[in-house]
């Protein structure tokens, strides 16, 4: 079974604070994600990666940056924590491309409060 | 560019049916179909890839219209199980390598 571990499952965080969110995935896949999810608006896309070193911006990547030095992980920052970045945050991870009968797994989740 | 999912909140009594829709202002390379339980990770379902198909196991199955721009998610004889958050992710660019997720539809199935 492919395993995707969210290192920390709650957080609280302090206004201003730099904030890390790290994630691994086990089964050597090319792709990683950081998604958002709120009540009402889904699951949006902050970051990909699909490859050691390479990102690409989502939808939402403001007060956001991503580091990915190995390729089974892969770590969200937010640089200067603010309240409206309280929020669920997943991890996800595809072995190739989407769209080519590759699956999406996601973590369980980090559930972040900015206070 | 998020699609848009209908209903946002069902509530049935198990043994009825449930239709989920997903709709797309741009076309549509894949659609996939996930399932979330309150707290836990959300959950594979099924991929529905361009050329109109239509997937299925056991009594979930979903289409797929490419002309309409559509996915719906078709659950039959509702078991208490089924009940959770789905979400449909579409790809409007084949290898875009990142799927743009509805905003959800809460399904609730009670005895």
């Known amino acids: 079974d492919v395993k995707v571990t969210q290192s920390s499952r709650y957080l609280v965080k302090r206004t201003g604070e730099k904030v890390f969110l790290e994630c691994v995935q086990d089964m050597d896949h090319e792709n990683m994600f950081w998604y958002r999810q709120d009540p009402g608006l889904g699951l949006r896309l902050i970051y990909f990666s699909y490859d050691v070193k390479m990102k690409e911006k989502g939808d939402i990547p403001e007060g956001y940056s991503v580091s990915r030095e190995k390729k089974e992980r892969f770590s969200l920052i937010l640089e200067s924590a603010s309240t409206n970045q309280t929020s669920m945050y997943l991890c996800?991870?595809?072995?190739?491309?989407?769209?080519?009968?590759?699956?999406?797994?996601f973590g369980e989740g980090s559930w972040l409060t900015v206070v | 560019q998020q699609p848009v999912q209908s209903p946002q909140a069902v509530i049935l009594r198990e043994g009825e049916d449930a239709v989920i829709n997903c709709s797309s202002s741009k076309a549509l390379y894949s659609v996939h179909w996930y399932r979330q339980k309150h707290g836990e990770a959300p959950v594979f379902l099924m991929i529905l890839l361009k050329g109109g198909e239509q997937k299925g196991h056991d009594k979930i199955s979903a289409s797929f219209n490419e002309k309409k721009q559509q996915s719906s998610l078709y659950l039959t004889a509702s078991q208490l199980s089924y009940s959770g958050t789905y979400f449909c992710?579409?790809?409007?660019?084949?290898?875009?390598?990142?799927?743009?997720f509805g905003q959800g539809t809460r399904l609730t199935i009670n005895p």
């Open positions: 996800a991870s595809s072995l190739y491309r989407t769209g080519f009968g590759n699956t999406i797994y």
């Open positions: 992710g579409t790809e409007v660019i084949q290898g875009a390598q990142k799927l743009v």
